[in-house]
């Protein structure tokens, strides 16, 4: 990247960049989690192409990086869009999205493709082990940071609360959850499923430095993450207010498109709504 | 039919606590090793790691009473370059983080020790939700986890010293019942290879952990009927010794297996694997027949399902009767 920091209309282009690849993706694989590749985009581009991680594409195993932890790991999508764009692999592999002996699985692989730092997929794994990660800095005295991204309907596992009781006992302010509070899961609306909120005062009770947040807001979502850790010797936690399927009109939140999977005309309208050209 | 064999009292062996082995190795290890670090679940005292707690604060972590959490946390400690040892009651530490065990550390090859303390029925009075019996099934079938049973104090030393040179996740079954030693002091453990502690060609005993000084006596035993028993301390359960037992297949009338867990699936089940693709052979296998186990003492247990050297005994004289 350029020593330059991009401006909020870069960002902006580069998010919606992000979404037209992922689901550009999902139509070639006919699988995918449009919705939320969507709701995580802006995201996903200010930690990486924002240049908020301190990570060394060239060296993914530099020892001394800061970690991104995707935990809602089927939103692998943008996921994967995001880590091209900042470098990790080349672009031309996320046509291979899915395929037979595909790098891109489904769910990502650490040992497959530069750049992951954890297997997930199954929901509730991505804390734990970001509290791992952030103890092992601890112990071994480096400056990195974790930053987990975890979704709302994943926060009904319970090991997520488990790591979250860990994480403020052992005061780890190396530690930022990110939560994609998108208010939908795979059946329905959460409210309609478990009732999440008031999930910013459950982050605090646990221990976090909590901050609610606009998560398709690029200047407030990079002076959030300027500014972590938000409180000393406190895990922070950013609950991220997004639109499921942000930013295309059919997909916008509608649980349907939780793994909705678009038609050729559905990708080609989305990339006029989003300003932005087909990736191929 | 079921054969008997007189057991003879044998001398008062001085008894273990394989725990104490593993602890003292751990402290070693972290002492000139800073990657070394421990994680438990409320387990300090049943892991016996106070004294690694009070020697090395920095690199102890305990979850509290979160096996899920504490998997998850083994593998990110791996992710920063520590070697986590997550230490906690194998009935809780495999079954309530299955999913972590198979995704954080198999699927995801992350260089994490799990430490199954008071495995099999050492629990034996608490009931069935303390026992486990089934963590062998169902770790051995996790690509990438290496699985161990030691059987003694100097083979749980050597196994964990080993642990550490060895990169990739493992599952290390430690019990808290006493055993007597039964390695030659010479011996070192490598990974892979079976032990023979007794050799014989009529008959194969296979076995690991608490019922190897069984098997031992059984073979003694049998010894004294005229009949030669092999005995294989198979603590390394996967990777397995197959050329050991196809030997074992090909050259005695059988093979008897013995262990602290279900029939299904564990040590009795890899070695059926390996004699049925690689030389069909009569077999018996020892061990929990499918049912959970009623309360009692760890020994009454073993007494009630046989596992003793009258039972291993019996068992590889009915096979050896049977094959004549």
Known sequence: MSGKPLTIDELAHHANKVRITAMAMTHHSRLGHTGGDLSSADILTCLYLGEILNVCPDKPAWPQRDRFIMSKGHCSGAYYSTLAARGFFSPSELKTFMDPLSMLNGHPDRNKLPGIEANTGPLGHGLPIGVGVALAAKMRKESWRVFVLTGDGELQEGSNWEAAMTAQHYSLDNLVVIVDRNRIQQGDFTDNIIRMDPLADKWEAFGFAVREIDGHNYGELMRAFESVPLAPGQPTC??????????VSFAENKPAWHHGVPTREQLELAAKELNVELPW | MVDTVAIPPSAAAKLFDCRDAYASALEEMAATDQRVCAVVNDSVSSTKLKNFSTKFPDRFVNVGIAEQNMVGVGAGLANGGMVPYVCGASCFLTARAMEQIKVDLGYSNWNVKLCGMSSGMAYGQLGATHHSIEDLAWTRIIPNLTVVVPADPQETDQVIRYSLEHNGPMFLRISRMAVPAVHDPLHTFTLGRAIMLHDGDDVTIITNGVLVSRALDAAKALEQQGIHARVLNMSSIKPIDADAIIHAARG??????????????????????IVTLHHPAPMRILGVPGVFAPTGSAEFLLEHFHLTAQGIASAALTLFREKQ
């Open chain 2, 252 to 273: 005695t009338r059988g093979i008897v297996t013995a262990e602290e867990a279900l029939t299904a699936g564990g040590l009795g089940g890899a070695v059926a694997e």
């Open chain 1, 238 to 247: 950013f609950v991220a207010r997004t639109i499921k399927g942000k930013g």
